[in-house]
């Protein structure tokens, strides 16, 4: 006979004991620090089915501040566990979810004010539903979904500034998905500065495509996977935002060499006592 236990946070201590000559399969996981999804009544949201071995998040939405984790076990046969007080259940918690990571950075120049806002993914599926069992997770994102695409808000709307040496970078957790190459990330890059004319404030709208090649342990190009960090950076810089409908020619230097001092031996001083 096969008993499972019902979908749970790791963190929720419940008093259970192990039945004489039960089987039992586990679900666990783990929705943040102490997260719960609601596992019943109408507003349930995840389930387990010890037959299958499937943990199910229906309708799942990434949080930044809950990483998803959850493990499932295999057959647990109680007797083992019945008279050795030591013995624990080990559950080996994986990610279910991806990470996105945008980095801006220039080599633009100190005079120069350089900001970045309004930074987002568009169109990436943000709600759907997963599957997890023993040989990893699954997204249905295929299926019902929700396409809202990730704001960075560290970013916002007055943005962040950067220059050389001194770059900026958010992350965000995202549910794995594939045909990142069609996805792009949209942002707003701001100048300020002086000019022979006067002061100016310059604005453009950027995007950019978010396809990859294959990492160390993808199987996929362009498919971001559960437990992978993906980072993207993105190099911004002054040319890219002022306009040169002219095809101006810009003026650039080059130091060639600089002139060293020249040493004299200006000869042996006298020591005058001083007297007033």
């Not at 201590?13 to 102490?34: C, E, K, T, V």
């Not at 998040?57 to 030591?86: C, H, M, Q, R």
């Not at 599957?131 to 943005?159: I, L, P």
């Not at 500065?193 to 604005?203: H, N, V």
Request: glycine share 8%.
């Amino acid at each position: 006979r096969v008993r499972s236990s019902a979908a749970s946070d790791v963190y929720k201590r419940q008093l259970y004991y192990w039945q004489p000559s039960m089987i039992y399969r586990f679900g666990a996981y783990a929705d943040g620090n102490g997260g719960k999804i609601a596992s019943s009544g109408d507003g349930a949201k995840v389930s387990f089915d010890a037959a299958t071995q499937k943990l199910t998040f229906t309708n799942y939405t990434p949080d930044d501040t809950k990483d998803l984790v959850a493990a499932v076990t295999e057959n647990e046969t109680a007797d083992t566990y019945i008279g050795s007080e030591d013995s624990k259940v080990s559950l080996n918690f994986k990610h279910l979810l991806s990470q996105v990571k945008l980095t801006f950075t220039s080599t633009a120049a100190a005079t120069y004010k350089l900001t970045i806002s309004d930074v987002r993914i568009e169109g990436a599926v943000s709600t759907c539903t997963g599957e997890y069992t023993t040989t990893g997770v699954t997204w249905n994102t295929d299926g019902s979904t929700t396409k809202n695409g990730y704001a960075y808000d560290f970013f916002g709307t007055e943005g962040k500034e950067i220059s050389s040496g001194v770059s900026q970078y958010q992350s965000k957790l995202v549910i794995p998905q594939s045909g990142t190459e069609e996805l792009y990330v949209y942002f707003t890059a701001t100048i300020e500065g002086e000019r022979p004319s006067g002061s100016t404030k310059l604005t453009k709208n950027f995007k950019a495509a978010l396809g990859h090649t294959v990492a160390d342990g993808d199987s996929e190009n362009n498919k971001w996977q559960p437990s992978y960090c993906y980072n993207y950076i993105a190099n911004v810089e002054i040319g890219d935002i002022v306009d040169n409908p002219d095809n101006l020619v810009e003026i650039q230097f080059e130091v060639t060499d600089v002139e060293d001092w020249t040493p004299v031996e200006a000869g042996t001083v006298s020591n005058e006592e001083v007297t007033e």
